[in-house]
């Protein structure tokens, strides 16, 4: 009996440190992917900002000139963002030539899709790139430029060309392609880029850092 009952403790106490192992290989292993996620996801947005503004259109330091997304913002035209995500600002001698947002687009076909959307001072539009998407191979994907040029039809563009009620994909009475056989995905793209086209506009003399005027004081009874 008292073989037994040592034999039991000696399994049970090999099952646990086994289990204590594998947990910590587990984590480990967890925190190691996620900070590489996290590497990619932030090399592949480096790379789309010197897609979306070409080097020898600036002189600054793009990835380091940014804003904070603070309370002085509308961020719910920007979607849910990561405490992280900033403005990126493009300067030409020291004037703003183009910002460049972080959006989301919360309503992708699988998940959120997050996307960079430059617009330069005018309001029309640099470029967007598609940063981070589990869309369907084959279909959803196509808003990767990799995948599909589809993504080269916002440059240019602004809420006034076309008008802001022809901002949506074709199948909903608006100018902008869809995807055969995929409506969803491309659907939500346009409507993450006609929101940060809203938010520029919204906050324009922030972002271009543009001195708004004072009204003058009005006597009192006036």
Partial sequence: MNDLLQSIRRNAIGLGLFALVTAGAIAVAKVATSERIERNIELAQARA?????????????????T??????FNQQLLGPLKASD?????????EVSTVILPVVAPDGYTMEIRLLVGIHADGSI?????????ETPGLGDKI????????LEFNGKSLSNPAEERWAVKKDGGDFDQFTGATITPRAVVKAVKHAQ?????????????????QPATASGE
Wanted: aromatic share 6%; charged share 25%; proline share 2%.
């Fill in 144 to 151: 990767d430029l990799k995948k599909s040029p589809w993504v």
């Fill in 198 to 214: 809203l938010f520029f506009r919204q906050h324009q003399n922030i972002l271009l850092n543009r001195q708004v005027a004072k």
């Fill in 86 to 94: 900033t403005i990126h600002l493009a300067r030409r001698d020291g």
């Fill in 126 to 134: 640099a470029g967007v790139r598609i940063t981070e998407h589990r």
């Fill in 49 to 65: 900002l010197n897609e979306i503004v070409a080097v020898g259109s600036y002189n600054n330091d793009l990835l380091n000139d």
């Fill in 67 to 72: 804003l904070a997304i603070d309370q002085r």
